[in-house]
């Protein structure tokens, strides 16, 4: 996989994505320092999130709890005071690609997917709330770029159905492990490689953690795109600085990433041979923490990692509050009548997920309210016939 001259994969060095998200508090300016900081640190890339606020939160959204944690108290307010328009994001588009690094955006909602390819973006991300939104997911792919999609708060199985959908763009497609909890206390790395068998895609990891050897122990079991939020200060207000980190802190998690390179394919075999030897990864891990420094070699800091991380994709228990707010349902866009047929004029899809989820979207087109259904709420399966 290829974003412009740069080959993306296990045997290529790590692909480093500066995410400033919101962090430019809804300041084109910001944007655009925070941007100089990506590019003078040594990041491939930056990315924004391109959202509107009212296409995508329903009255019924919620705030997360690590939004609430930051002082936020009304989720429609945080996110309107946090938008960058298009014009203003063509900006930071221009910057990126003066400095000599790529623009990736994450698009929100399907309907804003055509505006989006008014700029000249390398690539696209979807959000981990989105593993379900179905339509946005191939609106996506209908743009013809490279598409990267983020699994934070999903299982395996879901992860699979995504890639299924998307089938016919994987050779422009790739994966990223995530953990949706803001900081992350648990890496997981395992998702790396239950991710990779599962789709035989390239896969990264989306890093919310605030261990300082995430980076390199990421790149050890094979992620070869790694995203990391970026910041002018932790200790600004707002929803993702504290799980951020600053110019100089991303320097570092990139000269870490790059040192040893994507290791997938030495931790496979280097893990193989040792489990062999020492009987398994419990006796493994404990032969490590006894006897090796885990940097002494590139495959010793492999197998340390295969050994640490099982491998596995799967929910984690700080995730389910993020799964439940951030992603879309089936949303009215008009109060619907007892009886009433329900048609696609009547739907769109918004926040939260705790609705018919946006993937059963088609489902939903052609039923028959059975009470009525007040505008701009989630339908939930008990409002139909």
């Given at each position: 996989m290829r974003i412009g001259?740069?080959?993306i994969g296990i045997d290529h060095p790590p692909y480093v994505i500066a995410e400033i998200g919101v962090n430019h508090d809804g300041e084109v300016e910001r944007a655009l320092s925070l941007t100089d900081a990506a590019a003078d640190a040594g990041a491939d890339a930056v990315k924004l999130q391109f959202f509107e606020t009212d296409r995508l939160m329903s009255r019924a959204a919620k705030l997360a709890a690590y939004q609430k944690n930051a002082g936020e108290t009304d989720p429609?307010?945080?996110?309107?005071?946090?938008?960058l328009s298009i014009d203003e994001m063509a900006r930071v588009v221009d910057r990126a690609h003066e400095r000599g690094i790529h623009a990736i955006v994450t698009v929100f909602s399907t309907e804003l997917v055509e505006i989006a390819e008014t700029l000249a973006w390398d690539a696209y991300k979807t959000a981990s709330p989105d593993i379900v939104n179905k339509p946005l997911l191939e609106a996506l792919a209908k743009t013809g770029k490279l598409m990267i999609v983020s699994t934070g708060a999903s299982t395996l199985d879901e992860v699979v159905r995504a890639v299924d959908w998307l089938d016919g763009v994987r050779d422009r497609l790739a994966v990223l492990q995530c953990v949706s909890s803001y900081p992350a206390p648990d890496l997981a790395l395992g998702g790396i490689k239950a991710i990779r068998d599962a789709t035989g895609l390239p896969v990264g990891y989306s890093d919310h953690s605030k261990d300082p050897r995430s980076s390199k122990l990421a790149t050890a079991l094979g992620g070869c795109i790694l995203e990391k939020h970026l910041t002018y200060d932790r200790n600004a207000p707002g929803p993702d600085h504290a799980a951020?980190?600053?110019?100089?802190?991303?320097?570092?998690?990139?000269?870490?990433a790059r040192h040893h390179g994507?290791?997938?394919?030495?931790?496979?075999?280097?893990?193989?041979?040792?489990?062999s030897k020492l009987g398994d990864g419990t006796a493994l891990k404990q032969?490590?923490?006894?006897?090796?420094h885990p940097e002494a070699h590139p495959s010793w800091m492999a197998v340390y990692?295969?050994?640490t991380y099982p491998i596995e994709k799967r929910v984690l228990d700080c995730e389910r509050d993020v799964r439940e707010v951030s992603r879309q349902s089936v949303v009215t866009t008009r109060e619907i009548a007892p009886g009433e047929t329900i048609t696609r004029e009547m739907l769109t899809i918004k926040r939260p997920g705790t609705g018919i989820l946006a993937y059963r979207l088609d489902e939903v087109i052609g039923s028959v309210a059975k009470r009525a259904i007040e505008s701009d709420v989630p339908v939930a399966p008990e409002d139909l016939a």
């Open positions: 001259n740069r080959q429609i307010e945080m996110l309107r005071r946090l938008e951020s980190i600053t110019e100089v802190g991303l320097r570092r998690y990139i000269e870490q994507c290791l997938g394919h030495v931790a496979d075999k280097a893990y193989a041979d040792q489990v032969y490590f923490f006894d006897h090796v990692a295969a050994a």
